[in-house]
C-alpha cells in the first residue's frame, strides 16, 4: 500500500474549497456525476475512434443512499484510472485529466461531449464528506486502484480487487450534511442538475403499472412490476436536429422542461450552430402577461447537458430572458460574475446570435402566416417592444414585423400605418401625428371624437409604451405620437383652420374668471377654445408630454425630468360654442358655481378622477337636482 501527500500549492486546500470554491452544497453531487458522465463519454469517444476493442455496452451511472453506515455510492462503467493515473488526476491537483485527454485526440473529440470537470470538480466531494474513497478499474489490462483521503494532504493509495471497469466513489457523509442522506433530497438534485445528462442515471427502483389488455373484465386491476428508476432523459430535445423533430416533440419537451405549465407555448425557436462558437437549444414564446418581472428566470443555462443556472442575465439579451427553453454551450464560462461576462467577447457573440435568431424567426412567422401571427400579437407584443427599446439591432430588423394594431383590431407595420394616415394625418408643419389610446373602454368618448373625424387610432397599451414611443419618435423623421385625451379633438392635429367662437374675447376672459373661482388651480390650468358646438362642454386633458414622463418615470427612467414628484395637472378645455358655456356666461353667481361644479364633476367622472367623498357627493347632488 502506497501512502503520500496530495500535491497541492497550500495545505488547506480543505477548508478553501469548503468555503470558497463552492458555496452551495448541493453542487456536490452535480460534480460527481459530471465526472462519471465524463468518464463514460471518454470510453465511448476510444471506442468509436478504434483506439480499444473494449465493449461499451450501455452504460449507466448508479447512485445509491446506504443511510444506516451514512454513506453514498456513485457508480459509472466508464474509463476508469489505473494507479498512476489515479495519482495524476487526483493527487496532483494542479493538472486536468480532462485537459490531457482533449489535448490527445483534440481533433476527434471535438464533438464527443466531454465535459471536463476532473481536478478540482472532484474535490467538491469535500463539501459534504469527511472522507472520500475511490475504487477504479481502468478499460486498460491492468489492477483496479483503491484511492482513501479523509479531508486532509494525506491519502492512501492501494491495490483493488474491483472487477468491473469503471470507478465508484464513495462519500462518508459528514453530520452536518445529513439531509444528503435522505432520498428525497437525492433525487431532487438529480432532477435539478442531471435531469439531461447524456448517460442514463439510476438511483434505485420504481413501481411502473402495466396497461391493462382489451379483454380484460371491468373489475381487473392493474399488475406492477418493479422497474429501475432512471432519472433523466439522455436524448432532449435540443440535441438533435430540427429535422428529427414535429411540433408535438417541441410541445412536449416544453411540458419536460416546464411540468406544471398546462398551455402550450405560443411558436419555438430551435437554436443551433456551431462557429464561431458552439450553442444549441430550443427557446419557447409563452404567453406573455403585462407584468414583465414575473417572467424571468425560465430559462435553462446547461453546459453539454448539465445544468448550471436558470439566470440567463448577461448571456441572453435582457429582452428575451422572459422567454423559456433551454441553452446548452461548452464555450459559456461558468462561476464568473455578470460584469465579466457581459464584457467577455464569446458571450457577445452568443448574444447577438440568439437576438438575430429570435428576429429571424419572427419575422418568418410573420411572412408565412400573417393572419396567426396578428393573432398572437398580444402575447408576444411584451418581448418585441422591450427588444427594440434596449437593442438597436433588434429595432431594425423589428421595422419588419412589429405591428401597430388599431382599436378596430387592424394591424399594420410601421411603413403601412404611415402610409394610410399620411393623407388625413398630417398637420400644418408636415408632421405625421400618429395618434393613439391606452385603454379603449377609459378613454372611449375621446376615441369616438377622432374616429368622427376620419383618424386612426391605435391601441398601445404596454408597460413600456412611454419609452417606446420615445424611442420611435427619434428615430422617424417628422412623426410623432398623440394620445387622444391629451387635447381636445381639434387640437390633436393642428391644421390652418381656425374655429370662430361664439363668444367674444372680453367675454371669454370674464367666462374664465368665472371657472377660476370654483376650479382648483393647483390641478387644472383652464383653457377656453372655440369647438363644435355639439362637443362637450368641458373636456380634462393631459398634456402629452407631461404624461409621458410621469408613466416613464413609474417604469423606470424619465426621472432625470423630476416628473416623479410633480403633481397631477390637467387642462380644463372650456368650449365657448357650447351652450352651456353661453348659459354660464349669463347666470347669476350662484347659479354659474352650480352648473361649473356640476360640469366639472362629470368631466371628472368621464376620466376616471372622481372618487371618495367627492363622488358621493356628486351622487347626491345629481339625485336632487333629478328630483
Known amino acids: 500500500m502506497a501512502t503520500g501527500k496530495i500535491n497541492v500549492s497550500v495545505d488547506n486546500i480543505f477548508p478553501l474549497i469548503k468555503k470558497f470554491l463552492y458555496s452551495d452544497h448541493e453542487i456536490f453531487l452535480r460534480e460527481l456525476i459530471s465526472n462519471a458522465t465524463d468518464a463514460t463519454l471518454k470510453l465511448k469517444h476510444l471506442t468509436n475512434i478504434g483506439e480499444t476493442d473494449v465493449d461499451y455496452g450501455n452504460p449507466i451511472i448508479d447512485i445509491k443512499v446506504d443511510k444506516e453506515n451514512k454513506k453514498i455510492h456513485i457508480t459509472d462503467q466508464g474509463i476508469g484510472m489505473t494507479k498512476e493515473e489515479v495519482e495524476k488526476y487526483i493527487n496532483e491537483v494542479a493538472f486536468s485529466g480532462a485537459e490531457e485527454f482533449l489535448e490527445k485526440y483534440k481533433d476527434s473529440a471535438k464533438d464527443s461531449g466531454i465535459i471536463g470537470h476532473f481536478g478540482l470538480g472532484f474535490y467538491s466531494a469535500f463539501m459534504v464528506a469527511h472522507k472520500v474513497e475511490i475504487i477504479t478499474k481502468s478499460y486498460k489490462d491492468e489492477p483496479a486502484a483503491h484511492w482513501t483521503c479523509e479531508g486532509t494532504t494525506q491519502f492512501t493509495l492501494e491495490d483493488s480487487d474491483k472487477q468491473e471497469r469503471g470507478t465508484e466513489i464513495i462519500l462518508h457523509v459528514n453530520e452536518e450534511d445529513e439531509e444528503f442522506l435522505e432520498d428525497n433530497r437525492i433525487e431532487e438534485l438529480l432532477v435539478k442538475y442531471n435531469k439531461f445528462m447524456p448517460i442514463p442515471i439510476r438511483f434505485g427502483t420504481k413501481e411502473e403499472t402495466l396497461p391493462l389488455p382489451d379483454d380484460a373484465p371491468e373489475d381487473a386491476k392493474p399488475e406492477t412490476k418493479t422497474v429501475d428508476n432512471i432519472i433523466n432523459n439522455p436524448n432532449p430535445a435540443w440535441t438533435k436536429q430540427p429535422t428529427e423533430l414535429e411540433e408535438k416533440d417541441y410541445n412536449d419537451f416544453y411540458r419536460e422542461l416546464y411540468p406544471m405549465q398546462f398551455e402550450d407555448p405560443l411558436f419555438h425557436i430551435h437554436l443551433n450552430v456551431d462557429y464561431p462558437f458552439n ?32 439566470n440567463v442575465e448577461g448571456i441572453v439579451p435582457e429582452f428575451l430572458t422572459m422567454l423559456r427553453g433551454v441553452i446548452d454551450s461548452p464555450d459559456i464560462p461558468l462561476n464568473v460574475s455578470r460584469s465579466y461576462l457581459q464584457a ?49 439591432k433588434f429595432y431594425e430588423k423589428a421595422q419588419k414585423f412589429a405591428l401597430y394594431p388599431t382599436i378596430d383590431n387592424e394591424y399594420y407595420t410601421f411603413e403601412e400605418l404611415k402610409e394610410t394616415i399620411k393623407d388625413n394625418q398630417t398637420d400644418k408643419d408636415g408632421n405625421l401625428v400618429v395618434l393613439y389610446a391606452s385603454n379603449q373602454n377609459e378613454q372611449h368618448s375621446y376615441i369616438q371624437a377622432a374616429k368622427d373625424k376620419g383618424y386612426k387610432v391605435l391601441l398601445l397599451d404596454s408597460p ?103 403633481p397631477e395637472m390637467y387642462n380644463l378645455v372650456v368650449n365657448t360654442n357650447h351652450p352651456l358655456t353661453s348659459e354660464i356666461l349669463g347666470a347669476d353667481e350662484e347659479t354659474q358655481q352650480r352648473l361649473i361644479k356640476q360640469s366639472l364633476d362629470l368631466a371628472r367622472l368621464s376620466q376616471n378622477l372622481l372618487k371618495g367623498e367627492e363622488l358621493t357627493n356628486f351622487i347626491k347632488r345629481s339625485f336632487d337636482m333629478v328630483k
Open 464 to 566: 413600456i409604451i412611454s419609452h417606446l414611443l420615445q424611442k420611435l419618435e427619434s428615430s422617424e423623421e417628422k412623426v410623432t405620437f398623440t394620445r387622444v385625451d391629451s387635447d381636445h379633438v381639434d387640437n390633436l392635429i393642428k391644421t390652418d383652420e381656425e374655429k370662430i367662437s361664439k363668444l367674444s374675447d372680453d367675454e371669454k376672459e370674464k367666462l374664465k374668471g368665472d371657472f377660476e373661482k370654483v376650479v382648483p388651480k393647483e390641478k387644472y390650468t383652464i383653457q377656453m377654445e372655440a369647438m363644435d358646438s355639439n362637443a362637450a362642454p368641458l373636456i380634462i386633458t393631459q398634456p402629452e408630454f407631461m404624461r409621458r414622463m410621469k408613466e416613464m418615470q413609474q417604469t423606470g427612467g424619465g426621472g432625470m425630468f423630476g416628473m416623479g414628484n410633480m
Open 279 to 310: 450553442l444549441t437549444g430550443i427557446l419557447y414564446f409563452p404567453k406573455m402577461t403585462q407584468d414583465m418581472s414575473v417572467q424571468k428566470d425560465k430559462i435553462q443555462l446547461y453546459q453539454n447537458q448539465v445544468f448550471v443556472t436558470d
Open 344 to 392: 467577455d467577447g464569446a458571450v457577445k457573440k452568443i448574444s447577438s446570435y440568439i437576438t438575430r435568431k429570435v428576429a429571424d424567426k419572427l419575422k418568418s412567422l410573420f411572412n408565412n402566416n400573417r393572419e396567426d401571427f396578428q393573432e398572437k400579437w398580444n402575447d408576444i407584443k411584451v418581448v418585441i417592444e422591450y427588444g427594440m427599446l434596449t437593442e438597436d
